[in-house]
């Protein structure tokens, strides 16, 4: 045997490592090989902000750092930006969140990390809705849970329901479930009173609810609601990336029974020190950046307007409710049953870049395509153009 057959032996992944890939990113690889090729190209794949961060936050960040004192932080994040988030729960959801029990990441990623570690055992049943985002389900195999998908659909608004969940416990038990609201692919969101009922639900089945809340701020038909107003005893992840347009700058947030906090500081110490303090004083100084951030959301929803006004006429009619995010969900199946090769046709044939439904949902994920609208409207009324003569 020569040394690298030995070495290929030795150094192959884990089971636990060889996650599933993050189709969108391969997406984006894809799109900007095509622009660099010379392609015309419409990002509608990634759910990222096409506006730059608002300029009263890039000027807090330069300050901080002209002054030069960039260095670690506390674990669970700066004093004065776990103030001002606990001052927001007061001001936006009349909620009191003490200090204690906030602690700041390095965006949304890290509070998954940080909550799954902290709940959840080696074996540990966690239930997730389907479609969903699909960094939970890798993340939390690659952590050594199970991942029990419940199926959702128009009848219940795309949300995971008391029942369902009831029903799928009765199987075999639960120790967790996640839901977002609103939700990544679908852009639906849950009714407050939905809500209400899920996390009480779970509470009666000691079940532990994590709420994924990183699309606050992103809504269109109603105000968003988060699971704080009903319990203490559930885990809160937000992020400055979607609605504050930091996606770069790796910075969220999360809040946690009292019970947990101290456990999310010892993990927080050793797998990551503390988030960086330069995205901190961004992060505080984006609280006061509303009027630019209100102007920039009032594109979103133009953009929204745009789609489903657009995408029926050229030819995709079945779209899941867009209350919220900056998503549209369509189902593609009139095209094709396989949407992994209708997204490369795609953008091959008409430059328009976005993701395939296998990423979010193992069930019908074959017949959907996420777009993103978080890019500029006049790009929205182009891929509505290019689409609608492709598809004829």
Known sequence: MTRQDLARQILHPTRRGSVAPFLVMDVMTAAAKAEAEG??????????PA??????????????????????????????LRRRIARHYAETHG???????????????SAFILSFLA???????????????PAYKN??????????????????????????????????KLDGILIASPANPTGTMMTPEALKALVEASRDLGIRFISDEIYHGLSYEMPCHTALET??????????????????????????????????????????????????VAALAAFGATAELEVIKAGYAANRRVLLEGLPKAGLDR??????????YADVSRYTNDSLDFARRMLAETGIAATPGPDFDPYGGMH?????????TADMEEAVKRLGAWLR
């Open 95 to 109: 909620v009191e969140v003490p200090t204690g029990r906030i602690a700041v990441t390095m965006g949304s990623s």
């Open 231 to 280: 319990s203490d005893d559930v885990v809160v992840i937000n992020s400055f990336s979607k609605y504050y347009c930091m996606t770069g700058w790796r910075i969220g947030w999360m809040i946690v029974p009292e019970s947990l906090a101290r456990s999310v500081e010892c993990l927080a110490q050793n797998l990551f020190i503390s988030a960086p303090q330069l995205s901190q």
């Open 39 to 48: 392609q015309s190209v419409i990002h509608m794949e990634v759910g990222q």
């Open 139 to 172: 993340i939390l195999e690659a952590l050594g849970c199970e991942v029990v998908f419940i199926e959702t659909t128009a009848a219940t608004r795309w949300a995971v329901t008391p029942q369902m969940l009831a029903a799928e416990h009765a199987k075999k």
């Open 368 to 376: 959907a395509v996420r777009f993103s609208f978080a890019g500029s």
């Open 319 to 328: 779209l899941l409710p867009v209350d919220g995010a900056f998503y549209v």
């Open 119 to 133: 709940l959840f055992e080696h074996g540990a049943r966690v239930a997730i809705a389907s479609p969903g985002y």
């Open 51 to 80: 506006a730059p961060t608002p300029m009263s936050i890039r000027k807090a960040a330069a300050e901080a750092l002209m002054d030069g004192q960039i260095g670690y932080t506390l674990a669970l994040g700066t004093p004065e």
